[in-house]
């Protein structure tokens, strides 16, 4: 007979109970991050699956990147409110966040959407503190890669001043990384390695199998992969990117519709030191 049984402890009460025995027992706690949610396929594949995802996998905080949430381009007030209202507690976004006008605004007031934190003059925070759902205090950084990227300050310094200044007892500590380079990714990962629990990558739309914990204790995976429609060219209509570069002409872009996958990364963090236990891809849909 469990411990919970003799106590006499059933259902809600219980799985409560458990969660936060889960949580004291063994120091762990779980972070979810699901990859660039692209137009209304990516946004219909996570309200179909998160709330199942974070209940099988007990994630504590989770965590979305949400620069191209309104038809492959931007985030939208609406847009941002709907994936909260899912369970995401932080959104991070990338280069295309400045797509939609209404999100300038919307950033200064809803500190849980984040911008890249390098951005040298721009509406909103690139960091949130905020608490997950087993009390711990996290911190979810968004920066931006330079290399064929807009021109940002230094993505690796400004690291290093945003975790100078944060709290020391904010171990568990979880970085977005947009850019381009597998390169730039992988160098931050190094450079971050047992200063933040986990860096994923995001912005190229594929999934990298380079899933691991670096030596100080940081999960790495250099791109986390577009939740959206795979039956594209990174999103976009295969017709319309093919025309692209069959003439260099300019073309109108619109979001695909079809083969909606769901990419993700699931981290298991020891609360006490912030350092990553296990890390892992889950991912819905394709093959
Ligand atoms: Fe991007």
């Not at 040298?120 to 711990?136: E, K, T």
Request: proline content about 5%.
């Amino acid at each position: 007979m469990t411990l919970l049984r003799r106590l006499g402890i059933r259902g809600n009460a219980r799985h409560l109970f458990d969660h936060s025995m889960r949580v004291k027992l063994n120091g762990k706690m779980n972070i979810l991050f699901v990859g660039d949610i692209f137009a209304s396929p990516g946004r219909r594949i996570v309200a179909d699956h998160l709330a199942d995802i974070m209940q099988t996998n007990a994630i504590d905080l989770a965590i979305g990147n949400a620069e191209n949430a309104a038809g492959g381009f931007g985030v939208t007030p609406a847009i941002a409110e709907g994936l909260f209202a899912l369970g995401f507690d932080v959104l991070t976004t990338g280069n295309h966040v400045w797509d939609k006008r209404e999100i300038y605004e919307y950033l200064e007031r809803q500190p849980r959407l984040l911008r890249p934190a390098n951005y040298p003059q721009a509406p909103g925070a690139g960091l949130a503190v905020v608490p997950a759902r087993n009390g711990v205090e996290c911190a979810v950084l968004n920066l931006q890669g330079r290399t064929y990227m807009p021109a940002t300050d230094c993505p690796f310094r400004k690291a290093d001043s945003i975790l100078a200044g944060l709290d020391p007892g904010v171990r568990v500590r979880f970085v977005d990384f947009h850019a381009e380079v597998t390169s730039e990714k992988i160098a931050m990962g190094w450079y971050l390695d047992g200063r933040v629990s986990a860096l994923v990558g995001t912005h190229t739309h594929i999934a990298t199998a380079d899933t691991r914990i670096l030596p100080g204790g940081t999960a790495y995976q250099t791109d986390c992969g577009m939740t959206g429609p795979y039956d594209s060219v990174i999103g976009v209509e295969t017709g319309v990117i093919l025309q692209r570069f069959l003439t260099s002409l300019p073309v109108r872009m619109e979001a695909a519709t079809k083969g909606a996958e769901l990419h993700a990364v699931i981290v298991e963090v020891d609360e006490s030191t912030g350092k990553a236990r296990t890390v892992r891809r889950h991912a819905i849909g394709g093959d």
